[in-house]
């Protein structure tokens, strides 16, 4: 089904758990920043709205969405954080690259996620241009901080 007009940040509100003890680490790739912040943005929002408390809210910077994978397994490391959003930007440019770091960092976010038995939310962007970036993060479709910010606190209710 085509994206258009549609908005793919509306979620199921039901069966929200308790995350008010959880303690959530924020992956940000500094690549395309624009974007991030604002994945970012929405992301924090969207924890501190269903009960996270900010203090129990970690943020790291890496250089870019390749590198989300090692900044998500250095925070699983920590026995304290409960679950790791990823938000990175990934915009195509002329040649393959783009292709080789979003398949690196899916499957890479994928092995932390099940190495250390914690969700671990692949919030990245793979848009053809910027103006699909934008429409993603915060525009006319919503915003992917916030989908991943709320699938991590649905994971926490997986026992
Ligand atoms: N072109 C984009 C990149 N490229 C950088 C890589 O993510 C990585 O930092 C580099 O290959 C060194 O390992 N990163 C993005 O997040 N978004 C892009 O559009
Ligand atoms: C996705 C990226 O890394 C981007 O900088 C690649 O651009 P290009 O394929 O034109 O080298």
């Not at 690549?31 to 009960?51: D, H, M, Q, R, V």
């Not at 925070?75 to 990175?88: E, F, R, S, T, Y």
Request: charged share 20%; net charge negative.
């Amino acid at each position: 089904m085509s994206s258009a007009d549609k908005n793919l940040s509306v979620f199921s509100t039901k069966e929200i758990p308790d995350v008010s003890n959880k303690n959530f680490a924020i992956v940000v790739a500094e690549w395309n920043s624009e974007i991030t912040e604002a994945l970012f943005e929405g992301a924090y929002k969207t924890l501190i709205e269903y009960g996270a408390k900010a203090e129990n809210i970690t943020r790291v910077d890496v250089p870019g969405s390749y590198e989300l994978s090692f900044g998500a397994q250095k925070m699983a490391q920590k026995a304290q954080v409960d679950a790791i959003i990823c938000l990175g930007c990934v915009i195509q440019g002329e040649t393959k690259h783009n292709d080789y770091i979003n398949h690196a960092v899916a499957q890479g976010l994928t092995n932390v996620s099940l190495k250390y038995d914690k969700p671990v939310i692949f919030g990245v962007l793979t848009p053809n241009d910027q103006q699909q970036a934008i429409d993603r993060a915060g525009g006319i479709h919503g915003n992917k901080g916030d989908e991943a910010a709320f699938t991590a606190i649905k994971m926490l209710g997986i026992n």
